[in-house]
């Protein structure tokens, strides 16, 4: 009996400092993440930017093929060095794999239709840590402008977050691309207005630099003579003072199309974008 007695002391002795050191453990590891997520809060006050935006176990690869298909169709892919390329090609596979490719009116989604547009999220959300956008789940491809029968009009590309789908005209899509500097891109677009609606309600850290940067915009907007500046100059289509998404969606496509020419005459709204995106467009 005192044998039992002693078996069943030490096993509930053994028991009970395993579940302390289990959660000591957790309560270590707590500490950590809520240590880091403080520190990377300060720091992206300061610095406007994560701590880190790239960290993956195994990288993902897309074939040469595929490579030299990107590279003759996006210059931001061929301004990355090496190391910066290969996150792309990695976060683009990882992208089309979450997300669903479906054609209307008889349009064929071929790999091609799927990397050109997944590589334009990627390009967008390129220096932001969460880049799969989970507002968005399905991608439909018309092959010219389609009927909506959500507002009764016809569109080139429209995002319904309600079913969580972007809907492009791949005819469109293309003509987006076609002028490098025109700043006319259905794809970029389309693709901010699912990016802005995705940081809502999101605590991740881009998402919150991203929120706190746009309300600085919005603020700079309020301006009278930025205002004015901004609609004399006759840059920026009138279509981006629609409203406040709008603007933003006009602002990106000029970011990324004539980076240089928005930098030097409105230096206040490039900046905020720069921040939101985390990529300096004219810094090369």
Known sequence: MKKNRLGEEEFSFVFVVIVLGIL?????????????????????????????????????????????FIKQRFPFYNRLNRRQQSFFQHRLVTFIAHKSF????????????????????????????????????????????????????????????????????WKDFLQGYETANDNLNLGIHEFMHVIHLNTYNHKNISAVIFRDANKELEDLLKQDHLRNKLVDSRYFRDYAFTNRFEFLAVLVESFIESPLLFKQNFPEFYKKIKEMLNYNFAGY
């Open 24 to 68: 000591l453990i957790s309560l270590i590891v707590i500490i950590v993440v809520k240590s880091i997520t403080l520190i990377e809060y300060i720091y992206s006050y300061f610095y406007k930017k994560p701590l880190f935006t790239h960290l993956y176990f195994r990288l993902k690869k897309i074939s040469p093929q595929h490579q030299e």
């Open 102 to 169: 479906e054609g209307r009116d008889e349009f064929e989604v071929t790999d091609e239709v799927k990397i050109y547009i997944g590589a334009t999220a990627v390009m967008l959300t390129f220096g932001m840590r969460n880049f799969l956008l989970k507002r968005l789940s399905k991608i439909i491809i018309y092959p010219d402008i389609y009927y909506s029968t959500i507002n009764e009009v016809h569109h080139k590309g429209e995002f319904n977050p309600q079913l969580k789908a972007l809907v492009f005209s």
